[in-house]
């Protein structure tokens, strides 16, 4: 988000003579956290407080536009929130298909395409394979029920069984949820299927896994949902090569090889005494809305990230999360530069811009990201291609290979597919 900003303040393409400016929370992963801001965002302009007014029209909050969260259940929140008030919001991940009803969410957009394209694309893939004996998980939250829910509606039209349907508990830190865990991986097991469709949180999938792999879990074909297959809380997982081949599919999305030159440069200043002394004359606001400053936090090191994190930044096996971060900033930007009539040199109409002015321009529009061009769609969806991705093992830590791609019909690279022995499952 921060590189993007900086190349549209820097450049004249996008608001000449205008700059971005924003401000930048970490929702911590928890509803309440995230919404301390989201209220924050929505304070009238020079005031820590929303005002109350029968007609917004004419109202002037801190901000034009809301980036993220990153998850559909954080989403669900905030979406519903800022929709009130007609604030546009872009998530660089968020997929529930559910965001997509406009009655809900009249202002939320996405720069990644929903769950039921995704899901689409694995009964494709479970179809050319004659995986038609299966076995679907989902973890225990609106996202994995959603996902479930879509994947059977796909599914059994086309002939594929689901032989089992269960919910991972999030977190497996009790008695209870272990044995949650162990019925799951038990239910599996006497199903006798050799493909699982995984539609899961990471947290959920560290769980099953790390407990599966203690347990001796027998190695599977796991068809994995985007949110975990790039998660290097589960790719770092001790020994998780021995749960089986690991496939699944992520938006193309362009590539941007400078970023993680621009993630060790920024680290290294956050680093330096200087750098972190002069943020404390914005220090009052954050501290009022999210808490005192954790000292440690001002000297994170590259090195002191983890290294499945460093992995996937060096080889570009995030680049489809790192480029929806960066054409959701493109689109705001985009919508902004046409409510102001830019042309290449200035910027005419008057300010200031409501919300729901910026909103209005952003309904079935293109924009542009590095080479590509995207349109949110009347749901505020993007359509983009998918790769099919498949763990290799080339270190402790699974590379992601491509062997197929997908944007309606399935095409696959079986010259790149590797399969532990040489045996394609089929069941």
Request: hydrophobic content about 40%; proline content about 5%; some cysteine.
């Amino acid at each position: 988000m921060k590189m993007a900003v900086e190349e549209i303040n820097n450049g004249s393409a996008l608001l000449p003579g205008l700059r971005l400016g924003y401000d930048l929370f970490d929702t911590c992963s928890e509803p309440v956290v995230t919404m301390k801001p989201s209220l924050m965002f929505m304070a009238k302009v020079g005031s820590h407080s929303i005002a109350a007014y029968c007609n917004y029209t004419q109202y002037q909050p801190r901000v034009l536009a809301v980036i993220g969260p990153h998850s559909s259940e954080l989403a669900l929140i905030t979406g519903k929130f800022f929709s009130f008030f007609l604030m546009p919001q872009v998530s660089y991940s968020a997929s529930m298909d559910r965001l997509s009803d406009r009655e809900t969410f009249p202002s939320f957009f996405r720069t990644v395409p929903n769950d039921r394209v995704q899901l689409q694309a694995v009964v494709a893939l479970l179809l050319n394979f004659s995986w038609n004996w299966v076995a679907a998980l989902g973890s225990d939250d609106d996202y994995g029920r959603e996902g479930l829910s879509i994947f059977s509606s796909l599914a059994n039209p086309r002939g594929i069984c689901i032989a089992h349907e269960g919910l991972v508990p999030l977190h497996a830190t009790s008695d209870q949820q272990l044995g949650k865990v162990f019925d799951v991986l038990q239910q599996v097991n006497q199903s006798n299927v050799q493909v699982v469709v995984l539609f899961a949180s990471p947290r959920a999938v560290y769980s099953l896994f790390s407990y599966g792999i203690r347990q001796g879990l027998s190695p599977k074909v796991w068809v994995a949902s985007e949110s975990w297959l790039t998660s290097d809380m589960v790719t770092t997982l001790p020994n998780v090569a021995h749960v089986g081949t690991v496939l699944g599919f992520l938006q193309r999305g362009a590539e941007l090889p400078e970023f993680s030159h621009y993630v060790e440069t920024h680290l290294a200043l956050a680093a330096d005494p200087t750098f972190c002394a002069s943020l404390n004359a914005e220090l009052d606001l954050e501290e009022g809305v999210m808490g005192q400053r954790c000292p440690q936090c001002d000297h994170v090191m590259l090195q002191n990230l983890t290294s499945g994190l460093l992995q996937n930044l060096s080889t570009g096996q995030l680049h489809h999360q790192i480029f929806a971060t960066y054409a959701a900033v493109y689109s705001v930007a985009q919508a902004l530069h046409n409510t102001l009539q830019c042309n290449a040199s200035s910027c005419p109409a008057s300010e200031p811009v409501q919300p729901w002015q910026l909103l209005e321009n952003m309904y079935n529009m293109s924009f542009r990201a590095r080479n590509l061009t995207l349109q949110f769609d009347d749901k505020g969806n993007v359509d983009m291609e998918y790769d099919l991705k498949m763990w290799v093992w080339q270190s402790p830590t699974p590379v992601l290979h491509t062997v197929g791609t997908f944007n309606g019909t399935l095409q696959l690279q079986h010259s790149e597919m590797y399969w532990p022995g040489n045996q394609v499952r089929t069941r």
